[in-house]
């Protein structure tokens, strides 16, 4: 498995494998819309060994957080999950979005499978979120500094609003 950015050569296979995941095309539908408003901060593939795009992640801007990104989404092909790829993408993008200045991320996920990265309740940090998805709203800081100043809620790029 490759894990890469995302090139125009991608979009195709990104579609799909979001529409597969995910059983329908809201989530494409929303990472094509973050790329055309310039909305992803970073978009990576995992690829086989053939080339083909088997995975997926986006994180994209908080709107009033320029210090802060909201993972989503994160997705695998049906016949590829629970094969360790999208922990593979997950622990490949957390350095990235560092060197890039990123100094926390959110995400609306299952927390026993984002605890494993660090992440912990968001509320127990002082933050809210616009979809009262209380435990499953969870929070990594990428540096010790990362949430300084950080409080009160959390609104993920307008192009969330359409899903």
């Given amino acids: 498995m490759t894990i890469l950015e995302e090139t125009e050569a991608d979009f195709d296979g990104i579609d799909r494998v979001n529409r597969e995941a995910f059983g329908g095309d809201g989530e494409a539908s929303l990472v094509r819309k973050l790329r055309e ?3 992803l901060i970073l978009s990576l593939v995992a690829k086989t060994d053939s080339g083909e795009i088997v995975g ?79 435990p499953a709203f969870r929070v990594l800081e990428l540096r010790p500094d990362g949430l300084e100043g950080v409080a009160g809620l959390i609104r993920y790029a307008p192009e969330f609003g359409e899903l």
């Fill in 37 to 39: 408003n310039d909305h």
């Fill in 56 to 134: 997926h992640i986006a994180y994209s801007p908080l709107s009033g957080h320029d210090s802060g990104a909201g993972l989503a989404p994160l997705s695998v092909l049906p016949g590829f999950q629970k094969s360790g790829i999208g922990t593979q993408l997950v622990r490949a993008s957390l350095p990235i979005l560092r060197e890039h200045g990123i100094g926390f991320v959110v995400v609306l996920g299952e927390p026993e499978y984002y605890s494993r990265f660090g992440f912990e309740r968001a509320d127990e940090r002082g933050l809210q979120n616009e979809y009262g998805a209380g």
